[in-house]
């Protein structure tokens, strides 16, 4: 994991934008990124949907929280799914 400064925290939460998260909440010292679950219908095919429908309902969305801190503190960024 990587220590976040301020400075450095707009330029990590783009790097999460391109990988397809959102922007749910920003201070100037944190912020919080959902990535959406996505639909395949390759593997509800597949499996004729019998077992992708309950997994896909199960599935929750990617969630994130970036924390800026000071150097000395360490790691500061937390990957929550629920």
């Keep these: 994991m990587k220590t976040l400064t301020p400075e450095t925290l707009q330029a990590e939460i783009n790097q999460y934008v391109r990988k397809g998260y959102q922007v749910v909440s920003q201070t100037e010292t944190t912020a919080q990124l959902v990535k959406p679950k996505r ?10 949907g019998i077992f992708y429908l309950p997994y896909y309902i199960a599935k929750r969305d990617k969630t994130v929280y970036l924390t800026a801190t000071a150097p000395e503190t360490g790691p500061s960024v937390r990957f929550i799914e629920y």
């Excluded at 639909?39 to 004729?48: A, E, N, R, T």
């Design 39 to 48: 639909f395949s219908l390759v593997w509800f095919f597949l499996f004729f």
